[in-house]
């Protein structure tokens, strides 16, 4: 009940002890351990709020090594997008729409007036090798305005 208060009045639930704070000038993300993901992905759910009234966007996400970084944010048909659709009449593998497919930045929305929804998605890579438990993976995010921020996220294969 009070996850379902918190998502009706725009705030999102306090981070967990397990999760990894960040904050950058009035941005704040909040993410929880890599865990295992489809396919040897790693995945993490992960949470963006402003504290500022201007809207802000997550352009891009960077792992250290050259690891993919994928960021799911909306689910898409994949018809909608012409460029999947209109493969010389194939259609594109489901494997990889579900593991990189995502629609647009990530919108953070500001604050006119009182608490914004949190900006939430879900960050799958693929390691370049495999990460051993308790190893750490950092992933730089780029935001439009605020510029980049650096998480240090745990690998957990619990």
């Not at 865990?35 to 963006?48: E, K, N």
């Amino acid at each position: 009940m009070a996850l379902l208060f918190a998502g009706l009045a725009g705030t999102a639930p306090p981070p967990r002890v397990s999760d990894v704070v960040v904050r950058l000038g009035s941005i704040t993300v909040s993410a929880t351990a890599m865990g295992p993901g489809p396919s040897g992905t790693l995945t993490t759910s992960m949470q963006v709020t402003t504290s500022g009234q201007p809207s802000d966007q997550l352009d891009a996400a960077i792992a250290a090594g050259g690891a993919l970084v994928a960021v799911y944010h909306q689910q898409v048909s994949a018809a909608a997008i012409p460029d999947l659709a209109s493969c010389g009449g194939e259609v594109a593998p489901p494997d990889a729409v579900d593991r990189w497919l995502h629609y647009g930045p990530l919108l953070v929305p500001g604050r006119s007036g009182g608490p914004s929804p949190p900006a939430v998605a879900t960050l799958t890579v693929q390691p370049v090798t495999p990460l051993p438990d308790g190893a750490t993976l950092v992933i730089t995010l780029y935001f439009a305005h605020a510029g980049s921020v650096t998480l240090h996220l745990p690998v957990s294969h619990a």
